[in-house]
């Protein structure tokens, strides 16, 4: 079986679209990591009662 070889240039590309894809996953993960960490907080400041909810209709 023959394997022929990619253009160094289409090469660059892929590594380009790599990296975009290995940046977006970096971000989305600092947005998830933050978002957790804001749960948390609102869930511990309800649970310590520092904040009220008031009734539900």
Do not use: F, N, Y
């Not at 660059?12 to 749960?39: F, N, P, T, W």
């Amino acid at each position: 079986m023959l394997i022929s070889e990619i253009p160094l240039a289409e090469q660059g590309r892929i590594v380009d679209l790599a990296s975009s894809v290995d940046q977006r996953i970096e971000c989305g993960q600092q947005e998830l990591q933050r978002l957790q960490m804001l749960k948390q907080g609102l869930a511990d400041d309800l649970l310590s009662g520092k904040v009220r909810v008031g009734e539900v209709a």
